[in-house]
């Protein structure tokens, strides 16, 4: 099943939930992202985090939405947004009926301040998205009803570190 994260810069938390979920899918799922507004280039932080829990970085990019609204892109099944101004957008119309949710989190390119302060917004970042993310794989998908598992995609965007999704 085909996923795509988006966001507006697509350098950090879209970024991060697509590796992520093409490490943890284990080839249950291809993940990819792209944002509205992309900056064009990865969050350093990002990259590193990802290489520090040993997580493939290669063919990461910042790239626009609109590379997956051609004719030849693939069919997406889910299409999370990750950053609450890209959830107020007006998206392509992606082609297929993919299921949507909004996974807000706060974005740690934005946090200023010294190193150590960065590093730590974007472990949080990556903390909650990684956890959204297990829910998800978690979900029984083949027993699920769709409007069943919007609602339970609904849920898992409000689900913070600690808390579960029944």
Known sequence: MNVLFLCTGNSARSILAEAYLNSAGRGRFAAYSAGSHPAGKVNPFAMELLKKNR?????????????????????????????DNAAGETCPLWPGRPITAHWGVKDPAAVGGAYEEKRKAFTRAFSELSTRINLFLNLPHEKLDRQSLKRKLDQIGKTGREASVA
């Open 55 to 83: 997580i493939d970085t290669s063919g990461l990019r910042s790239k626009g939405w609109d590379e997956f609204a051609v004719a030849g892109a693939p069919e997406f099944d889910f299409i999370f947004t990750v950053c």
